[in-house]
């Protein structure tokens, strides 16, 4: 029989990224690319929300748990944004369906998850 003692679990275990996508319009169109702009790097929580098969494909929602001071802090994160992390091995990625903070400290997005891969690169 295990038993694990709950003084070994972290509130927020892993680390995502919130970003966003933009293209230099200003540059020759041969010369435009996507660049990628971090809004946010964070100490999260990650649990699935639901999934469904979809056509023969499961799509997966995940909720998101931050940490954040409501007295001192404003949420720069907006449906849209877009979000990634690694979880136990996992790539959770997605965009931002939802943001909802909390008065107990913290907020929570709920992404929609758009590639999930098994392995690091």
């Known amino acids: 029989m295990a038993y694990f003692s709950n003084n070994d679990i972290e509130d ?24 990628e702009v971090l809004k946010l790097r964070t100490k999260c929580d990650i649990t699935e929300a639901s999934h469904a098969r979809v056509n023969g494909f499961i799509k997966a929602m995940y909720s998101v748990f931050v940490p954040f001071c409501p007295n001192c802090e404003s949420i720069t994160i907006n449906r849209g944004d877009l979000f990634r992390a690694w979880m136990y091995g996992l790539l959770v990625k997605g965009k931002v369906e939802g943001v909802f903070p909390s008065t107990l400290g913290g907020f929570v997005c709920y992404v929609q998850a758009d590639e999930i891969a098994n392995q690091q690169n």
């Open 12 to 35: 927020y275990p892993f680390c995502g990224e919130f970003y966003t996508t933009t293209i230099d319009t200003t540059k020759q169109l041969d010369e435009q690319t996507e660049t």
